[in-house]
């Protein structure tokens, strides 16, 4: 059995990569125009795959058809509008799930990547190991499978960057029409 502690001293010792990259995320249009300026980078603090309640991240795909699948998958009504936009990513150092080599390290299995976290009565492994790399600061981001993708029968990844662990030069860039980004991690 996994805990917050035990996951904390594997990643000290896990296998980090750098991800230069551009990534897409698919969201509700209502929400995003609410205030008068949209916020992109969005962090509502509740619980999700791979983050306890109270830790800010955003999840994004590493490709459109994977921001799509999973657009899908968490979006029951299919007839409201929807917007799709692109992050420029640099991030020196990112846990790569996606790597068996990554998982080994961990002491996990493929089936923990997978565990149903909606309704668990606890945390799950996923969600305390990003909780213990949201404390430690080990790397900024966590690359992983798509489920949504392998449910339509493709590999897919995304990536979930935890705001607190992005810091200079690291940064996350909502791409825009011009050259300026219309948000950006750190500020």
């Known amino acids: 059995m996994h805990d917050e502690d035990s996951l904390a001293k ?6 980090v990569r750098e991800l230069q990259a551009t990534l897409v995320r698919r969201v509700p249009l209502g ?4 205030s008068p300026v949209p916020d ?3 962090t509502s603090g509740k619980a999700y795959r791979y983050n306890t309640r109270g830790i800010h991240c955003v999840y994004f795909a590493e490709d459109e058809r994977t921001a799509v699948a999973e657009y899908e998958r968490h979006n029951v ?5 929807f917007v799709t936009y692109f992050a420029e990513v640099v991030l020196k150092r990112i846990i790569d799930l996606c790597s068996t080599e990554t998982v080994k390290a961990l002491g996990l299995k493929p ?3 997978r565990a149903p976290w909606v309704g668990a009565r606890r945390p799950t492994v996923t969600q305390l ?3 213990a790399l949201n404390s430690g600061s080990v790397a900024a981001a966590i690359r992983f499978p798509s489920e949504a993708a392998r449910a339509q029968r493709f590999a897919g990844a995304k990536v979930v960057v935890f705001q607190d662990c992005v810091r200079r030069p690291d940064f996350v860039r909502i791409l825009g029409p011009t050259k300026k980004p219309l948000q950006r991690w750190p500020d």
């Open 10 to 15: 594997a990643l000290a010792n896990v296998p």
């Open 31 to 34: 929400p995003l125009v609410e």
């Open 40 to 42: 992109f980078l969005f």
């Open 77 to 81: 009504s299919r007839h409201q509008p």
């Open 111 to 113: 089936r923990d990547l």
């Open 129 to 131: 190991l990003g909780k």
